[in-house]
């Protein structure tokens, strides 16, 4: 893992930290795992270092939001650094608001397992290791996409906000340039919900997230019934 070698796991209920912090040192031996219970620990932690990434509850004791507010100082003090949510909170709602605040993906508790916590987990790893390590990318006309999904996108020269679910769906569409790609076909990248609303939803966010960029983007064609095609360059 090179240089990766700390997490911090900001979880108020102590067997669900304590749960989470066993999965990361059970799949990497190797890392360290700082828990924090509440906001004012977890940020005078990050007042003193920057971790590798960071695993977090928006809701901490009686303070509803402070992951969100947990976040804002990490982007102040450490921009960059990967956020991993993990919380109650309905994901349907809260993916796009952690979205737009820089976190790079989300997981809602009771709907994911060890197995799926410990894959998005490692892929995270994997992408923050490869953007530390990645020349920079050159300014592109159109869409410039990693084909093994392990750097942020570019449209245009300008970064991607997208969870890395709705990545693979993206590098999926777009390797199948001009064809439908199917719902059944795009089940095989979504990790949990396996379903047309939720790939819809996905897709309704990868729109979204290209359209904070270009408002005239439309380069996802719906094709009714069937699924979806790429038709941009």
């Known amino acids: 893992m090179g240089a990766m070698h700390t997490i911090a796991v900001i979880e ?23 828990q924090w219970f509440d906001r ?5 932690a990050l007042a003193r270092e920057r971790y590798d990434l960071v695993v977090l509850d928006i809701e901490l004791g009686r303070e509803r939001h402070a992951g969100v507010a947990i976040i804002n100082t990490i982007n102040k003090l450490h921009q960059g650094t990967p956020v991993l949510v993990v919380s109650a909170m309905p994901a349907a709602i809260y993916r ?3 979205k737009a605040l820089d976190a790079w993906d989300y997981l809602q508790k009771t709907s994911f397992d060890e197995a799926e916590f410990v894959e998005t987990f490692l892929d995270i790893l994997r992408t923050a290791k490869a953007q530390k390590t990645a020349e920079p990318a050159p300014a592109a006309d159109e869409l410039s996409l990693d084909p093994l999904w392990q750097r942020s ?28 790609v199917s719902y059944e076909e795009l089940y ?40 979806f095609r790429w038709t941009g360059k």
């Open 153 to 180: 996108p570019t449209w245009r020269g300008q970064r991607i906000n997208l969870p890395l679910t709705a990545q693979r769906i993206l590098a999926t569409l777009v390797q199948k340039k001009g064809q439908t």
């Open 96 to 98: 796009s608001i952690m």
């Open 188 to 227: 095989e990248v979504v990790k949990s919900g396996r379903n047309r609303d939720n790939v819809r939803k996905h897709v309704s966010s990868i729109r979204d997230a290209f359209r904070d960029l270009d408002p005239a983007f439309d380069a996802i064609e719906n094709v009714p019934m069937r699924g």
């Open 40 to 44: 004012d620990s977890a940020e005078a």
């Open 12 to 34: 108020d209920d102590r067997p669900t930290s304590h749960q989470l912090a066993g999965w990361i040192s059970a799949a990497r031996p190797e890392l360290t795992v700082h």
